[in-house]
């Protein structure tokens, strides 16, 4: 079977990646989401895009890593349907918030991380559906959680700094919003800004049709569930809820193959 054209490599539990297939899916372009194996990734993105992190985007014979990049790559080759306003005020704006959501994105991956040590959502969204993944389950789930809490700074005794971090983030992104009349952050339209900014909170909100959201009788520690409470009751937190409600047009699955 022929290769698909376009493919996002891809950890479904990542909000980097799903700020990109939230990109891929706003530009209304086909591809295919794969998923890599945390540690065993980067095979696939040293040796084609010299990076060690995902997403990382296969475009025909174009390689592109990091969110970031995805969507300023997107915007020059697809023009249509537009991430990044023209104007180069509003353009310094969007990538400005773009980074401040990056930086609260880090801090959200940790406090969840921490929060979520052992919890089963994090094992079966990162595990999947990988044949050889569960025949080895025993063997290479304690290799792959030790690889992330390694690469992502994942200790206990960080949790209530970086949580103070991710409120100290909050606030600048909440008052942008209501000065921008609290429909987006940057404009009249969805930008690269808000997508980030989604993205980012949605793991803290357990948002439908996401990977953070429990099934059966999994349930979420009671940090994730008061934070949760707190966020909904905010203006950011009702601006996340209503973009994926109204702008999140998701049209590959977030399990990926």
């Known amino acids: 079977m022929a290769q698909a054209e376009r493919i996002l490599y891809q950890f479904p539990l990542s909000h980097f990646c799903e700020k990109s297939r939230w990109c891929l899916d706003h530009?209304?372009?086909?591809?295919?989401?794969h998923n890599l194996i945390p540690g065993l990734h980067?095979?696939?993105?040293?040796?084609?895009?010299h990076s060690n992190t995902v997403p990382l985007l296969k475009?025909?014979?174009?390689?592109?890593?990091?969110s970031t990049a995805i969507a300023l790559y997107l915007d020059g080759r697809y023009p249509e349907l537009p991430l990044v306003a023209r104007d180069p005020g509003q353009k310094q704006q969007i990538l400005q918030w773009d980074q401040h959501a990056v930086a609260?994105?880090?801090?959200?991956?940790?406090?969840?991380?921490?929060?979520?040590?052992?919890?089963?959502?994090?094992?079966?969204v990162i595990l999947g559906d990988?044949?050889?993944?569960?025949r080895t389950e025993a063997v290479s789930?304690?290799?792959i959680i030790g690889t992330i809490k390694k690469h992502y700074g994942i200790h206990p005794d960080r949790a209530e700094?970086?949580?103070?971090?991710?409120?100290?983030?909050?606030?600048?992104?909440?008052?942008?919003?209501?000065?921008?009349?609290?429909r987006y952050l940057i404009g009249t339209q969805l930008t690269l800004a808000d997508i980030s900014a989604a993205s980012t909170?949605?793991?803290?909100?357990?948002?439908?049709?996401?990977?953070?959201?429990?099934?059966?009788?999994?349930?979420?520690?009671?940090?994730?569930?008061?934070?949760?409470?707190?966020?909904?009751?905010?203006?950011?937190?009702?601006?996340?809820?209503?973009?994926?409600?109204?702008?999140?047009?998701?049209?590959?699955?977030?399990?990926g193959q």
């Open 130 to 134: 990988h044949r050889w993944l569960r």
């Open 59 to 66: 475009d025909g014979p174009n390689w592109v890593p990091d």
């Open 42 to 49: 980067r095979l696939t993105t040293q040796r084609k895009a």
């Open 201 to 255: 909170l949605a793991p803290l909100l357990g948002i439908a049709e996401t990977p953070w959201v429990p099934e059966g009788d999994e349930v979420l520690p009671a940090a994730v569930l008061a934070l949760r409470d707190q966020l909904v009751d905010r203006p950011l937190g009702q601006y996340v809820l209503r973009l994926y409600q109204t702008e999140r047009q998701a049209r590959v699955d977030w399990h």
């Open 104 to 124: 609260l994105a880090v801090d959200v991956r940790r406090w969840l991380y921490i929060q979520m040590d052992g919890h089963p959502l994090v094992r079966r």
């Open 161 to 182: 700094t970086t949580l103070k971090k991710i409120w100290y983030r909050l606030d600048p992104l909440e008052q942008a919003l209501l000065a921008n009349g609290g």
């Open 141 to 143: 789930w304690p290799l």
């Open 27 to 33: 530009k209304q372009l086909p591809y295919e989401a």
